[in-house]
């Protein structure tokens, strides 16, 4: 493979490196293909579920390749969505962080040059479509998702 052939090329550039790391590192890039089908496949299972039910997400431009799967909720539901996931052990978290932040400091006072930013990082919920997805955790995510947001409907 040619990861192969560039360790072999520049091996002291390669620091603490064994054979047992590149048969995995090879097997992952071999499987890159069908990982990234995947996460499109399950993101689109995720879509069609949402769609139907009104619920906001972030659908990537073509080509792009999902991490997570992003939904968009309302601030004060998805915290309480997310304890609700992590209650019934089932993988989400809300790490969205607003990247200006990586590169100054905000002044103390209210910023609106970041607004897009800041209403994403206050909204975004991420769900798992990587290789632990199965048809188990897609129905239990998205019942107490949905659950959650009908009740907030009805108060």
Not at 12 to 38: A, M, R
């Amino acid at each position: 493979p040619v990861f192969l052939s560039l360790i072999n090329t520049f091996q002291d550039v390669f620091i603490n490196y064994s054979i047992i790391d590149l048969e995995l590192i090879t097997h992952e890039l071999d499987i890159l293909k069908v990982n990234i089908k995947n996460r499109e496949k399950n993101a689109r299972k995720f879509m069609k579920i949402f769609k139907k039910h009104g619920i906001s997400f972030i659908k990537h431009p073509p080509d792009s390749i999902y991490w997570r799967f992003n939904l968009l909720l309302p601030e004060e539901r998805r915290d309480i969505i997310l304890t609700d996931l992590h209650n019934n052990h089932l993988h989400a978290s809300t790490w969205y962080p607003s990247i200006d932040r990586y590169y100054q400091k905000r002044p103390q006072k209210k910023n609106i040059l970041f607004m897009n930013s800041d209403n994403i990082t206050n909204k975004i919920l991420n769900l798992w479509i990587d290789n632990e997805f199965n048809d188990k955790y897609l129905e239990e995510t998205s019942s107490i998702i949905i659950n959650n947001m009908v009740n907030d409907k009805s108060d």
